[in-house]
């Protein structure tokens, strides 16, 4: 299992996401995004595009790791590991 | 029944009403987000929003109960796989003789920009976007397709689903794009009232294009009008319209502002005049509303273009024609004078019964009860206004 961890400007559009750990099996982040997607149905949309691409203001990180693949999501997991799905630090 | 005044801003959508004899202002939802369109399905009674969350994509969002919450609309639009279009991209090229080149290449269709939504009988939802894609839904906005007449048409090069097309688009961009690419967008939905097979569609920039068998056909309507701008100025492609309504009551009445002046139509698109007065500042700008009963009477918001964009000369008005375009008035009574330069967005003007409303890029929302003569401010603090309807 790996554990997923949210910037928490993602509860105000999915709020059960902050009410405990979400872990899932995955052997790759892009598999982790999927497994997102059941436990929180619309939210692969708002952190991928329709061609399954992070969408450019959205950061992904294994541990302290930036991901690679912002295009595929290839990227392996380990398990144990944890995945932070965050914000860039953009806007206005 | 009680007007309320839609209001999509930078920073959420407000609720405009009056009480008590003032017109009052309430945040009604997407607090922080930024709503480029809020509007009413007058056959359903929804309220949809379109959204353009800076990180998290363009969403629809949607009301069943008058704004007291909203949700993501069950379907949400998405370009479909195979969907590609021909992109115009300048870049910076020293070996160029002014140091910028285009490039021309073939790019994957994502969503961009939710622009505007139009409405029609039995279920019709068009949704407008960036990059150039007209959405839309039979069955009240549940789903939603992409047209394929539209996105396939020989204008922009073919189709791209199944093969390379022509190589060539006549379609060119806007800056509107919350991705910063130049692409084209769909910013007016016009159903023809007559009947809704008949759909005009604007698009910055291409022009004013036309069905009428429900969506599987489309054609140019631009015929009259000119590109001051352009080398070839009554081209039949390149037009920058800008924002196009059409008379509820006398539909083959169409008003169109364009970044190259005004244009009137008065027999359902098929033509258009030229009825801009540079003389009365009557030129360049972004919105245009028409009177629901008489296709002749239009309001505008003018401005110094297209080198500024601003108000003219610091002095803000709406610009009012009765006659079809042959003579306007600057209408002023009310307005800021001195060092207003607002400006006003395609979507920011509308009227209803004789009440006009107008918000600006600087956060300021005037609004008339008497047609334009005299105006009252209802706030000059909102964030950037993007649209004004009437729900």
Known sequence: MVTLQFTRHLFAFFPHLAEGQVQVQATTVAQALAALEALAPGIDFYLRDERGRVRHHVQIFIGNERIRDRRGQTDPLQPGDTVWILQALSGG | ?391
């Open chain 2, 1 to 391: 029944m009680q007007k309320t005044l839609l209001v999509g801003t930078r920073k959420g959508t407000f609720f405009v009403q009056k009480h008590d004899g003032v017109w009052q202002a309430r945040l009604a939802g997407h607090a922080g987000v930024g709503v480029n369109f809020v509007a009413r399905d007058p056959y359903t009674g929804r309220l949809w929003a379109l959204l353009g969350h800076g990180h998290w994509g363009a969403k629809l969002s949607i009301s069943d109960d008058e704004g007291a919450t909203w949700q993501d609309a069950p379907q949400q639009i998405k370009y479909p796989e195979g969907a590609r279009y021909i992109a115009q991209d300048m870049y910076e090229d020293e070996s160029a003789d002014y140091g910028v080149g285009w490039k021309v290449s073939t790019k994957a269709a994502t969503l961009q920009k939710l622009w505007v939504v139009g409405f029609g009988p039995g279920g019709r939802v068009y949704v407008g976007t960036i990059p150039g894609g007209l959405f839309e839904s039979r069955d009240g906005g549940a789903t939603f397709s992409l047209n394929r007449g539209l996105w396939n048409h020989p204008s922009r090069g073919g189709d791209l689903f199944t093969g390379d097309g022509t190589g060539e688009t006549k379609w060119f961009g806007t800056p509107a794009s919350e991705g910063g690419d130049f692409a084209p967008g769909i910013h007016s939905v016009v159903v023809d009232p007559r009947d809704p097979d008949r759909v005009l569609v604007a698009v910055s920039t291409a022009g004013v294009i036309e069905t009428t068998d429900g969506g599987q056909t489309w054609r140019s309507r631009n015929q009259g009008m000119a590109m001051d701008h352009m080398p070839e100025a009554e081209a039949e492609w390149g037009h920058d319209a800008h924002y196009i309504e059409q008379c509820q009551h006398q539909p083959q009445h169409i008003w169109q502002q364009n970044h190259a002046g005004v244009f009137y139509s008065d027999d359902d698109a098929q033509s258009w005049t030229r009825v801009d007065d540079p003389d009365q500042g009557v030129y360049f700008g972004f919105p245009v509303t028409v009177d629901a009963h008489d296709g002749r009477v239009a309001w505008l918001v003018p401005a110094r273009g297209d080198n500024q964009r601003m108000a003219i000369d610091g002095g803000l008005f709406v610009a009012r024609t009765e006659d079809g375009g042959k003579t306007w008035r600057q209408l002023r009574q009310g307005l800021p004078q001195g060092n207003a330069w607002d400006v006003v967005y395609r979507h920011a003007l509308a009227n209803q019964d004789g009440v006009i409303a107008f918000g600006s890029t600087t956060g300021n929302l005037y609004l008339s009860e008497d047609r334009g003569e005299s105006w009252i401010t209802v706030g000059n603090n909102f964030p950037p206004i993007y649209s004004v309807r009437f729900a």
